[in-house]
């Protein structure tokens, strides 16, 4: 039980470029979650999802995409990277409708150059 | 909005000492609020919980109260050790499936 596991845990991009952050839960989670930690600012919730094909955005959609094609995967998309999305990502799941214990993955430190 | 406030951001205790870390959240219809701990380069676990039917919970050294008419919730961890040293969240729900926390707060024991 591996619980829930992010890839990658670093990443480069250079202004402009796309890439996908990935996150699977093995816990058979209907609900998933992806948050930014900025210094100062906690945990800001990006979008989520309460079940496969539901997403919703939360408090900082812009400039990011999600899907949920099934139980176990959440991944996030960037676009078109930009420096104000330099943070350290965290994906989360949970049981029900996301009011009981979150999970968090060990996170990914993305900077945007 | 949906809106929480989490006070201090930095506490500095002797060990041996009690801390408390305040919140403060802004719907009315909130019923669940969690505390995380967040050690160095770590990811965020949840510590303990309370929701809204209850004023208090505690688990050993933690203890965490709430005052649904203030719409204010704290922390509170007695006889404070060294690997008490981290940042420490609070959130509350907005809705049934909106999580939003606090802004954080980076306790260090002092030996």
């Known amino acids: 039980n591996a619980g829930v596991t992010q890839t990658p845990k670093f990443q480069v991009l250079k202004t402009g470029q796309s890439m996908t952050l990935q996150c699977a839960q093995d816990m058979n989670h209907e609900y998933m979650s992806w948050y930014r930690q900025d210094p100062g600012m906690g945990l800001r919730l990006i979008h989520y999802s309460v079940g496969a094909g539901i997403t919703d955005q939360g408090e900082v959609p812009n400039g990011y995409n999600v899907s949920r094609s099934t139980t176990e995967d959440f991944p996030l998309r960037l676009l078109s990277a930009a420096p104000s999305q330099t943070s350290v990502y965290f994906c989360?799941?949970?049981?029900?409708?996301?009011?009981?214990?979150?999970?968090f993955g060990q996170g990914t430190r993305l900077t945007v150059v | 909005g949906e809106n929480v406030e989490q006070h201090p951001s930095t506490l500095s205790v002797q060990e041996g000492d009690s801390a408390v870390i305040k919140c403060t959240y802004s719907?009315?219809?909130?019923?669940?609020f969690p505390w995380y701990k967040q050690e160095l380069g770590k990811r965020p676990q949840l510590i303990i919980d309370i929701r809204s039917n209850v004023g208090e919970k505690k688990d050993q050294r933690i203890a965490v109260t709430l005052n649904k008419t203030a719409k204010h919730f704290s922390l509170h961890i007695t006889e404070t050790q060294p690997e008490d040293s981290a940042v420490y969240f609070c959130?509350?729900?907005?809705?049934?499936?909106?999580?939003?926390f606090g802004t954080g707060t980076r306790l260090t024991i002092i030996p």
């Open positions: 959130a509350a729900n907005f809705g049934n499936e909106k999580l939003t």
């Open positions: 719907d009315s219809a909130s019923n669940y």
């Open positions: 989360a799941s949970s049981y029900g409708q996301g009011l009981g214990e979150a999970f």
